[in-house]
């Protein structure tokens, strides 16, 4: 199996990379630094040209499992009442929405030479409408918005046999997630693996969590 992952130079998508690559998969991953090292790519998720480039470097190769995980979240310390300036939603939408479609625009060649191929978009449990304590709207709605644009690929890509599913990778301990986290990244990354696992064309347009359960919406 042939795998590809954004975002993969640290946090959850680096403990993915490892965790795929510790079970003697041939892994992909992206990262915004320069890379040297083979089998990995430069990709600034928001730049179409850094796309083709690397649509370029993988031409011709199958991706049987596309994992969409670069992402931001920018608002954490922002208020109400001064705070959510219009760049920073500009911003967290580039790269946690438009980012993920160009990522998939790009590597759909890729993932339909491959047979039964698989796209996971790591979203949150953020992007709930139902659970809504408050605080960063910003990226709330950009992982609301990222679930609601894979359920409406899951339904198009059905046809031509592509799953699709969106998940809640827990609340885990990278820069991101902060030291509080319940999470260890590797715990995290081994749920994430088997859920992959068990998406198909059956289950497609699914949103759960690294450990199994279905979300609320
Ligand atoms: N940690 C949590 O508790 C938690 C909970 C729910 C959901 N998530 C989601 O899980 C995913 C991974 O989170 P994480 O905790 O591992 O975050 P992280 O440690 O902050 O890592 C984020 C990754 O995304 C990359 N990235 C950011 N902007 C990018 C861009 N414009 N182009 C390409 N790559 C970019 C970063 O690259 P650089 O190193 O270049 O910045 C880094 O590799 C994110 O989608 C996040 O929203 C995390």
Redesign the pocket.
């Known amino acids: 199996m042939t795998v590809l992952i954004?975002?993969?130079?640290?946090?959850?998508?680096l403990a993915l990379f490892n965790a795929y690559k510790d079970r003697g998969e041939a892994v992909h991953g992206?990262?915004?630094?320069p890379v040297t090292e083979e089998n990995w790519h430069q990709?600034?998720?928001?730049d179409p040209a850094s796309h083709a480039k690397m649509c370029k470097e993988l031409d011709c190769q199958p991706i049987d499992l596309l994992i969409c995980?670069?992402?931001?979240?920018l608002d954490q310390s922002e208020n109400l009442a001064d705070g959510y300036p219009p760049q920073m939603w500009a911003d967290t939408f580039a790269?946690?929405v438009t980012?993920v479609f160009l990522t998939i625009q790009t590597l759909l060649p890729n993932l339909q030479m491959a047979s039964g191929a698989k796209i996971a978009i790591?979203?949150?449990?953020?992007a709930s409408h139902t659970r809504a304590p408050g605080g960063s709207y910003i990226y709330r709605s950009s992982?609301a918005a990222v679930l609601n644009l894979g359920r409406n690929l899951a339904t198009d890509m059905k046809h031509i046999g592509i799953a699709v599913g969106i998940y809640?990778?827990?609340?885990?301990r990278?820069?991101?997630?902060g030291d509080q986290?319940e999470l260890g990244v590797t715990e995290a990354a081994a749920g994430l693996v088997e859920r992959f696992a068990h998406l198909s064309l059956e289950t497609t347009g699914i949103f759960e969590t690294w450990d199994g359960h279905a979300h609320a919406y």
């Open positions: 954004t975002g993969a130079n640290r946090g959850i998508g992206t990262s915004r630094a990709l600034e998720v928001t995980n670069a992402g931001v979240y790269v946690n980012g790591i979203s949150s449990q953020m992982k809640h990778p827990g609340w885990v990278t820069d991101m997630g986290a």
